[in-house]
């Protein structure tokens, strides 16, 4: 029997509609709404009974839907499903993974604890693993961490001429090397200094002999992007043409993404982990071909 499969804040037309057009799965059909005060209505209409059930979840934005989340699945187990899988692409509350300052309250560990107490388990695309060396030191759940860097190596191959992946700080630099030794091409990882949240200082890369390339900046989350703006700006001051910017997950907001689009850029092109006009690069595919490791019929 095919696992159910449910819609959480995706929308017609997009991710969701692309693995269920796959076949692999059933349907899931559940009424989330809000009452005036704004308090959610959560109703599943499926039968659940014994089934394996999966949630693809749009979380970007989570305060406004991680509650109504965690109705959804308490509604499940009331329904006595089998086994609750959530794909959440875009996993939010990871960047929080330490305390700063006194008083911080580190969100990457309480979120966690939260949503692993109401799943099974999670299967997410890059999460933001900085100082975790993997998902499982938060997350007591099984969890499947996917990679989408073999998937933007493809497109940059299909796309850009002469390639020279650039990681525009250190945190980046595993994309940044990874994409480079798929597409067989040099990458180079500057250093950031960051002044402010939109206020950074970029080092200058000192690789001349290199601006007969596309640029290429690659990194896991695009937030204020002020980051690629001032490297673009340094690569250009550099002899470098315009970059192409790329990231896994859109989460700018559109201030920050017109910024960005109206900056010293070629393009700017993400995954569809998190519904955006600049999703370009699709991960259907790289879900579905990892469906056997995230659905196991016999459990």
Not at 20 to 39: A, H, M, T, W, Y
Request: include cysteine; hydrophobic fraction near 40%.
């Amino acid at each position: 029997m095919k696992p159910i499969l449910f819609d959480f804040f995706y929308g017609s037309k997009t991710l969701f509609t692309e693995l269920l057009n796959s076949g692999q799965f059933e349907k899931g059909e559940v009424d989330i709404r809000r009452f005036p005060d704004g308090e959610s209505y959560v109703r599943v209409r499926s039968q659940c009974t014994q089934r394996q059930v999966i949630i693809l979840a749009n979380l970007h934005h989570p305060d406004d839907k991680f509650l109504p989340l965690l109705f959804l699945c308490q509604a499940l187990r009331d329904l006595n499903v089998k086994h609750i899988t959530l794909i959440s692409p875009y996993l939010p509350y990871m960047r929080q993974d330490k305390r700063f300052h006194d008083g911080e309250c580190i969100t990457s560990a309480q979120f966690s604890s939260i949503l692993s107490s109401a799943i099974d388990r999670i299967v997410t695309i890059d999460p933001h693993l900085h100082r975790y060396a993997s998902l499982s030191e938060i997350y007591n759940v099984d969890n499947l961490v996917l990679k989408a860097d073999n998937t933007i190596a493809e497109w940059i191959k299909q796309n850009v001429n002469k390639p020279l992946i650039i990681g525009p700080d250190s945190e980046s630099e595993q994309w940044a090397a990874a994409t480079a030794e798929l597409i067989n091409c040099p990458y180079l990882v500057l250093t950031k200094e960051r002044l402010g949240d939109r206020d950074v200082k970029i080092s200058t890369p000192h690789a001349g002999d290199l601006t007969d390339h596309t640029p290429v900046l690659v990194d896991d989350i695009i937030s204020t992007g002020r980051t690629m703006i001032e490297t673009a700006k340094v690569l250009n001051a550099e002899g470098f043409g315009s970059p192409v910017c790329i990231g896994v997950h859109a989460v700018f907001s559109e201030r920050d993404y017109n910024a960005l689009r109206n900056s010293a850029v070629e393009k700017i092109i993400t995954c569809n982990t998190i519904p955006h006009h600049s999703n370009g690069i699709d991960v259907a595919k790289l879900l579905l071909g990892s469906v056997a490791a995230v659905i196991n019929p016999s459990s």
